[in-house]
């Protein structure tokens, strides 16, 4: 099969099938292996053989950075304790436990062969179990937590195969160990340092979107590759400099350059991820075959794989659950046992435990069974515990994220923005301005918020939010803009930069009206740990959870003036009804600036009971 088409083939068959496991809601990196086994029983198609150079320089740097840049370092510092325990000490456990258990079910195997095949099967794949932990609707600190163990894991992992592999041919005492470890880790960090203070100086002298993305492409091999010629981890440096270019892309990226990093990483990402995958799959009748060459009998092929597979699970659940035992017999603060139960059956594995099981020497004893061994543990763990991890998660009943409350969260962040923003536009501004200027940036400034609020709930007479109705207006009111310089297109009477700069203005408004929904329903962590809380706020402690409304009906003031509403607030001092920020009048504002002694108020629509202090400008 011609390169070419095997490179079409391999990306295409990863974009359908990814594509209907998303749709039908099943987990792709499982839907992507099965096909995979399937494929590699035709021959000459799509006949791909995985190796380390292509699976650890290749795919996994980007792979880190683009993980990387999309992980909050605030909750990689929150989540220290809890990422170090699951990269360092779980990893370590685990290529023990393996190690000592395959040295002794195996035939003809050394320990250090064994302990290598610990290392090899010890990280899970970040991919697998996130993917799994979002659909299901994870607890947010669980899935932070499993997304920074698989940034680090693999470091220590690849760390520990090395040693293990010179101890196949040497004797190495603790202390090389214990340098090689300290080398591979302190090395990945100054070099990951180093190359994001590199790469940020360059990008504040850097304004196109393209030469921006350009950058990004090689920002994971500038700290790769260097880490790697010194013999440091270069999986801790492009971790380190995805974390830390990620954290302060605000700061060194203008708006337009984000969004197309963004975009592009994330399809980058998605590439790859789902063609691993499937490579993944495309080696299982490579493997069968180099093992017939063994001349081992079923039971000495199945018997050892089917226990490093168990003892790989066994190890992370028994990790967890003694770790939390200790820490409650020392009284410190532990996880509860059903998060324990969740993580522990989170470790699916992934390309990585593929293609470091080849690093092994040739030479290596039992070569072929370690590989298939490895392949075992990653199959076996995608399909018994990726199957299982979403019937877990709902029967011990973990509370997921709430859309409404990252609704909330994200009108009470956008409103407290905008107000910043009001009051910026009143410092600078002077008499010279335009009065009508002014008014419109302030019209844009609430507006925004305005319409977050809008998404929280329904109006009582069903009236349209004003958002919406600007929305779907203005959306027809584009496409027939489309169509017309479409028009302008066909007749010929304009050049084609012309047009297109045209056409990319609609584009442009376009694509921000359809994030609207989208911005009001998603919302990151970040963004959803304000620094002050409710419990701050001493109005909110005070307040009534509601009071009798005094016109229950409607807004007080709209039913005595023939005005509409769009959502309906109660002041929970009076009982006084009045419309929300987005109805025309908002009078429920404007109760609180009458009565300074009334600052709390109750949404109270349907399915609702939030409260808001005008004073603290919090939610409680």
């Known amino acids: 099969m011609h390169p070419a088409l095997t490179i079409l083939a391999l990306v295409a068959v990863a974009g359908v099938v990814a594509g209907l496991a998303r749709r039908y809601q099943r987990s792709e990196p499982l839907a992507l292996v099965v096909v995979g086994i399937g494929f590699s029983f035709i021959p000459h198609f799509l006949d791909i053989n995985l190796t380390p150079d292509l699976v650890l320089i290749g795919l996994l740097p980007p792979l880190l950075y683009a993980a990387a840049i999309r992980t909050s370092l605030v909750d990689f510092k929150v989540n220290r304790r809890a990422i170090a325990l699951l990269s360092i000490g779980l990893v370590a456990f685990s290529t023990v436990a393996v190690g000592f258990l395959a040295w002794w079910v195996a035939p003809g195997i050394s320990l250090a062969a064994g302990l290598a095949l610990g290392a090899v099967v010890a990280p899970p794949d970040a991919v697998a179990a996130t993917t799994v932990a979002r659909r299901v609707g994870m607890p947010r600190r669980i899935v932070s937590v499993l997304e920074g163990e698989s940034l680090v894991n693999d470091a220590t992992a690849l760390v520990a195969l090395n040693t293990a592999i010179a101890a196949m041919t040497s004797s190495i005492s603790p202390l090389e160990v214990g340098w090689d470890f300290v080398r591979a880790a302190g090395g990945g960090l100054l070099v990951g340092l180093a190359a994001a203070f590199v790469l940020a100086m360059v990008r504040r002298w850097i304004n196109d979107p393209v030469l921006d993305t350009t950058l990004s492409f090689a920002a994971p091999y500038v700290a790769f590759l260097p880490a790697e010629e010194i013999h440091a981890s270069g999986v801790l440096a492009v971790v380190v400099t995805g974390l830390l270019l ?15 990093e963004n975009i ?6 998605f590439l790859l991820e789902n063609v ?57 603060n532990a996880w509860d046992w ?24 040739a030479d290596t004893p039992q070569r072929a069974l370690l590989a298939l061994a490895a392949f075992t543990v990653v199959a076996g763990t995608l ?7 979403p019937w877990l998660v709902r029967r011990l009943r973990l509370p997921g994220p709430d859309a409404a409350e990252d609704a909330l969260q994200t009108a009470g962040l956008v409103t407290s923005a ?47 939010p004003p958002a919406a109705a600007y929305r779907r207006l203005r959306l027809q009111m ?22 297109r700069r045209a056409l990319m203005s609609i584009d442009v408004e376009e694509s921000m009206l359809d994030r609207v929904d989208d911005a009001a329903a998603r919302v990151d962590d970040e963004l959803t740990t304000p620094t002050k809380r409710a419990g701050d706020c001493p109005h909110l402690r005070e307040a009534p959870k509601a009071v009798r409304a005094r016109t229950p009906e409607g807004c007080e003031e709209c039913l005595r003036d023939g005005t ?14 009045g419309c929300c920020d987005s109805s025309p009048q908002k009078h429920a504002a404007a109760h609180y600036r009458e009565d300074a002694h009334h600052p709390v108020m109750r949404s109270i629509e349907p399915g609702e009971a939030w409260r808001w202090c005008y004073v603290d400008d919090l939610l409680g």
């Open 246 to 260: 990620g954290h302060k892309s605000v700061v060194l990226q203008s708006a337009s350059s984000r969004i197309a």
């Open 264 to 269: 592009n990483w994330r399809t980058v990402q």
């Open 276 to 332: 691993v995958f499937l490579l993944i799959g495309l080696q299982v009748r490579p493997l069968i075959n180099s093992v017939r060459h063994e001349n081992l009998g079923v039971g000495q092929v199945a018997w050892p794989c089917l226990a490093v597979l168990a003892a790989t699970i066994g190890a992370r659940v028994l990790w967890m659950f003694g770790i939390a035992a200790v820490f409650r017999l020392l009284r410190m």
């Open 338 to 361: 059903r998060v324990s139960a969740v993580v522990s059956w989170a470790g699916m594995r992934g390309v990585v435990t593929l293609a470091a099981v080849f690093l092994l020497p």
């Open 383 to 389: 399909l018994i515990q990726g199957l299982t991890l």
């Open 418 to 464: 905008a107000r910043a923003g009001l009051a910026v536009l009143d410092e600078v501004s002077t008499d010279d301005d335009p009065p009508e200027v002014l008014a419109e940036l302030r019209t844009r400034a609430t507006k925004r918020s305005d319409g977050i609020w809008e998404q929280l709930g329904r109006s009582q007479s069903e009236l349209e």
């Open 478 to 499: 584009l496409s027939a803009e489309r169509g017309s310089i479409l028009e302008a297109r066909d007749s010929g009477a304009y050049d084609d930069e012309v047009l």
């Open 564 to 577: 509409r509403w769009v959502h309906l607030r109660l002041c929970l001092t009076c009982g006084h009804v």
